[in-house]
């Protein structure tokens, strides 16, 4: 149930009303939004009749909210939601590029990386300390050396640092280097690890499960905000379907109905959705036509060499030519890049 306020409701009445709710079992969120005063009644609480919230002192609206992603639906929000980091603010008119190498192998790659894609416009470094491979052999990350560089690396180039959290014991580590934390597709029904994002103050980004739907990649982003943390992004990486000749298949509708959905902002990562580097420049074009927020597209200075996931890295002057593409996109639909 969503409760709307009278912009002269009083203190009195505020509380009167929050009290009701929580009395009837519910936990009650306030949106941050300018304006009256907008509450969301969540949980397993015993809905009054609508009519009763809407008698009550100080109430203008009451109604319900049919998804059942309460608190990540524009029911709750109808504005979408823009995260401010630093400088970078994510969800408003510019188009963000979060690029950077799938792992972070060394210094020199990173330094050379993350020259690269500042050059192409990019507000965020991405790379991988901790690495989930489908085998136990494959190179696993360099955990907290490769926190400390790709956070010294991103600091001398004035970019925020976006990496992967793959449990909930490395939040306390990972909270001192990273701006973002990356919950991976494989993790997206890790709600152990969900819950424990719900209290951290550091923005998080929700990609979409190998064959989840919409609802249940949105849910996962419930959880997250349902525990204390409304600073969310989910991203689109593509899902499992029958074609061969790409690594994962793309959705863009999944990204124009999450957008309508939900006030939360949507990225789109062509690089895991195609898995083919010459296919990357034109998903990203048209991730940004269907309306994403922004981008996370993986870039290598010597992909042939890299140590994984080189054959769907970009090269930079690849990213280059991709941003010039882009910002002509992003000016014909409204946005800036």
């Excluded at 036509?289 to 970009?314: K, N």
Aim: charged share 25%; with cysteine; hydrophobic share 45%.
């Amino acid at each position: 149930m969503v409760i709307t306020l009278r912009p002269e409701a009083t203190p009195e009445q505020i509380h009167g009303v929050e009290a009701r709710l929580r009395d009837l079992g519910f936990q009650v969120v306030r949106a941050p939004s300018p304006g009256p005063i907008v509450l969301a009644a969540v949980g397993e609480g015993t809905l009054p009749a609508l009519a009763e919230m809407r008698a009550m002192p100080g109430v203008a609206e009451a109604r319900s909210i049919p998804e059942p992603f309460k608190l990540a639906s524009r029911s709750f929000r109808n504005e979408t939601s823009v995260l401010k980091i630093g400088d970078v603010s994510i969800g408003g008119p510019e188009v963000i590029l979060m690029a950077g190498p799938c792992t972070i192998e060394s210094e020199e790659q990173m330094v050379r990386t993350a020259a690269a894609v500042r050059q192409a416009g990019a507000r965020v470094l991405r790379g991988g300390a901790f690495k989930p491979r489908t085998s136990p052999y494959s190179f696993q990350g360099l955990g907290e050396e490769g926190l400390k560089l790709i956070r010294r690396v991103a600091d001398a180039n004035g970019l925020l640092v976006i990496s992967e959290i793959m449990d909930k014991s490395q939040l306390g580590l990972m909270e001192r280097y990273v701006d973002i934390l990356q919950v991976g597709a494989r993790n997206m029904q890790n709600f152990s690890l969900l819950r424990e994002l719900g209290k951290t103050q550091k923005a998080v980004m929700v990609k979409r499960g190998l064959s989840a739907t919409v609802d249940e990649w949105l849910m996962s982003a419930e959880y997250v905000i349902s525990g204390g943390n409304d600073r969310v992004i989910v991203c689109e990486r593509g899902i499992r379907a029958y074609e061969t000749y790409t690594r994962n298949t793309l959705d863009l509708n999944a990204v124009a109905v999450a957008k309508s959905l939900s006030h939360l902002p949507v990225i789109v990562d062509p690089s895991h959705a195609v898995g083919v580097r010459e296919k990357v420049v034109p998903l990203a074009r048209a991730a940004v036509a269907v309306g994403a927020d922004g981008l996370l597209i993986e870039v290598h200075y010597d992909p042939e060499r890299a140590i994984c996931d080189g054959q769907q890295s970009l090269y930079p002057e690849q990213l280059m030519g991709l941003a010039k593409q882009l910002r002509q996109i992003a000016d014909a639909v409204g946005r800036t890049f």
